[in-house]
Each structure stands twice: as structure tokens, then as C-alpha cells.
């Protein structure tokens, strides 16, 4: 397999951001309503829109970066609409992607954590001005120089 150019890994990642937590939310699908993956499945936009220039597919951007496959899931008001599974895991392999096939997060994790901290925050679970140690169970943040100076919130 060729190495990933620049563009090809921006898009890589944009996949992963989009399909790699549906496995994480499997025990609570529902039935998956396919409007909502044809409209994944048949419109796909570039960042820069092209007046004339028509959506893609899914399988044409897979095709076009040569990715084997991927697990879409479509959130709509913090639930799982639908999920399905496109392609292979693997070129060589070729066992089908599902939606309980797990995909490396790597550091795009930071956003959904982001996005639930956030959540969490608007549904009043929190406080910004409270440090955090309040909310730690497992483990306390040591003070340190730096925690000293500034409180972490």
C-alpha cells in the first residue's frame, strides 16, 4: 500500500472523525433509516464548492483515496439515527466493514471529547469556575507550579 499524501491523510481523518465512534454506540441503534445514509451515500460536498460541479459518493471518495472502507453513523440531536458499515477492513482480508468494526480514533478523540465536555456543560453537569479535582473520582490533578498560578478548570 502506497504511503498517504498530504490531502489524501486531511481526508483520512475526516473519515475517522466522522465513522470511527459508531462502535462505541452500537448496543443503542435503532432501526437505520436509509434516507438519512442516502443523503451520506449520494452528497458528498468538497470544502470549495464549484458552482456546476456535482455532489460525489461515498464510494467515489473511497474509491478516490483509496480507502477500503468505513463505518458511517448519522447523529442527529445527540442520537444515533442510523449507522452502516461500507467496504472492506482490510484490501487483502476483505472482510466486510460493519458498524461494530472498530476504526483507530487516534487523535481526533480530542473533539468528540470536546464536544461532550460541552454538552455536558449546556445540560448544567458543570461549572467552568469549579476546579476540576471536584469532579475527579478516579484520580486528583497534583498541584504543581503551573496549577498553582492558574486554577485548572
Not at 53 to 69: A, C, I, K, S
Amino acid at each position: 500500500m502506497k504511503p498517504l499524501k498530504f490531502i489524501e491523510k486531511k481526508w483520512f481523518k475526516f473519515f475517522l472523525l466522522i465513522f470511527f465512534i459508531t462502535p462505541f454506540f452500537t448496543p443503542f441503534l435503532q432501526a437505520v433509516e436509509h434516507s438519512q445514509l442516502d443523503k451520506v451515500e449520494k452528497n458528498l460536498l468538497p470544502a470549495v464548492i464549484i458552482k456546476g460541479e456535482v455532489p460525489w459518493t461515498l464510494q467515489e471518495r473511497m474509491d478516490f483515496y483509496h480507502v477500503p472502507g468505513v463505518s458511517v453513523v448519522v447523529i442527529n440531536n445527540f442520537k444515533i439515527d442510523a449507522a452502516k458499515g461500507y467496504g472492506v477492513m482490510n484490501s487483502s482480508i476483505k472482510t466486510p466493514v460493519t458498524v461494530s468494526t472498530l476504526f483507530q480514533a487516534a487523535s481526533l478523540s480530542k473533539s468528540v471529547a470536546a464536544w461532550a465536555a460541552l454538552k455536558d456543560y449546556r445540560d448544567g453537569r458543570f461549572k467552568w469556575d469549579t476546579d476540576v479535582n471536584q469532579y475527579l473520582v478516579s484520580w486528583k490533578l497534583p498541584s504543581n507550579t503551573f496549577t498553582s498560578e492558574t486554577p485548572v478548570r
